[in-house]
């Protein structure tokens, strides 16, 4: 008998060690994946995204056949280094001089130096789209919108802590929007790996943005860096500018 309850008892501490054990892995599975999110898509690769998706959706409004051709990979070379390249090196030098805490920049005054510095790269990259032959209108106001978003949030985050992540997608989501409004066929072909060459619908990549943006916008607050509120304002500040953008512009 008694050793029965002996190994009862050995049985349920190695069940509860299992549990403990099972539990932490979960924990630290969702917080990689939130983490993971978080940098994929990180706010200063959107410009750079919404790049790629134009010349996917509609690469004749850049002169182009495809999204491969070499001209094509040369404007996603430009705004990528002028919209994150640049902006991320400004960044982390200010984390070697001290000037920023950290890469992730909780507190609302280690965001000023890094809202000034994408600020300008972002001003520059949207004169050379706006003032270019080789960039279409449609990405000159992605710039724009990214552009006065930037400079909104700055000017928010003086009184009160507003989501960039969030800012971002909403720019992503009113970018597709747009294009799939004003800039495109409705379908657009695309090559997929196992699936080779599919028709999309811009209803299907509206839809799977804004999935996309919810499940970015759950790792920001599994990783408590925000609250539902900045998320909120930060989306609706992201998707209103790109919108403002493009009737400036037209």
């Known amino acids: 008998m008694k050793w029965f309850i002996k190994s009862n ?3 349920e501490a190695q069940f509860s060690n299992e549990f403990s054990w099972a539990s932490l892995a979960q924990t630290k599975g969702v917080y990689f994946l939130a983490k993971f999110f978080s ?3 990180h706010p ?17 409004l850049f002169g182009l056949n495809s ?3 070499p001209e094509g ?16 090196a400004a960044v982390m030098m200010m984390k070697l001089l001290g000037l920023v805490g950290s890469l992730e920049m909780p507190e609302r005054n280690e965001r000023i130096g890094p809202f000034i510095a994408t ?3 972002y001003l520059w990259l949207f004169q050379n789209a706006n003032n270019s032959s080789v960039f279409h209108s449609s990405f000159a106001a992605c710039a724009l919108g990214g552009l006065v978003g930037m400079f909104l949030a700055f000017v928010i985050n003086i009184f009160w802590k507003i989501s960039i992540h969030a800012l971002g997608m909403g720019g992503w989501c009113g970018a597709v929007y747009l294009t799939m409004r004003y800039f495109s066929y409705g379908t657009f072909p695309c090559h997929l790996p196992f699936l080779g060459d599919v028709v999309v619908s811009m209803n299907l990549v509206l839809m799977l943005s804004l999935l996309t943006a919810g499940v970015v916008a759950t790792s920001r607050l599994i990783l408590k860096a925000h609250t539902y509120g900045q998320l909120a304002a930060g989306f609706a500040l992201g998707f209103a500018t790109q919108i403002f953008a493009l009737r400036i512009l037209t």
């Open 9 to 11: 008892n050995q049985t």
């Open 39 to 41: 940098a994929v898509f």
């Open 44 to 60: 200063l690769l959107m410009l750079t995204y919404q790049m790629l998706m134009l010349l996917t959706v509609n690469p004749y």
């Open 67 to 69: 999204v491969a051709d």
């Open 73 to 88: 990979l040369k404007l996603m070379l430009v705004v990528f280094v002028q919209s994150f390249f640049l902006p991320g």
């Open 119 to 121: 600020g300008v790269f």
